[in-house]
């Protein structure tokens, strides 16, 4: 699976912004996504998972970051291969370059998913 993430840029602290993450390949439902960031000088850290979900299986379960709880959401479109990171209340804290991930039927607590995508940036101004 191939990722592409999009969707950063500069905010002011409180405001939003969504990222996006388009997949290509084939049975985008049977990934598990993941949102990871790395600010400068710091190292890579998990954000927020989705889980796969599939025939039998409705999954869909989420896991975040205690850092961004309550003001992130994780969510998946499987009919477009997307999956988004709606991110509010940002804090300069929160800026970093963002990546997505997957990993096929993977846990929505494995830190380190298979395939990775080009991170997009994410600058939120005090």
């Known amino acids: 699976v191939q990722l592409q993430a999009c969707g950063g840029g500069l905010v002011q602290a409180g405001g939003s912004l969504r990222l996006s993450c388009a997949a290509s390949?084939?049975?985008?439902?049977?990934?598990?996504m993941h949102w990871f960031r790395q600010a400068p000088g710091k190292e890579r850290e998990f954000v927020a998972a989705?889980?796969?979900?599939?025939?039998?299986?409705?999954?869909?379960?989420?896991n975040y970051a205690d850092s961004v709880k309550g003001r992130f959401t994780i969510s998946r479109d499987n009919a477009n291969n997307t999956v988004y990171l709606q991110m509010n209340i940002l804090k300069p804290e929160d800026a970093a370059l963002y990546y997505c991930?997957?990993?096929?039927?993977?846990?929505?607590?494995?830190?380190?998913?298979?395939?990775w995508g080009r991170g997009t940036q994410v600058t939120v101004s005090s």
């Open positions: 991930a997957a990993e096929k039927f993977g846990r929505v607590d494995n830190m380190r998913p298979s395939y």
């Open positions: 390949g084939r049975d985008f439902n049977i990934y598990t």
């Open positions: 989705i889980g796969w979900n599939g025939i039998g299986w409705s999954g869909g379960e989420t």
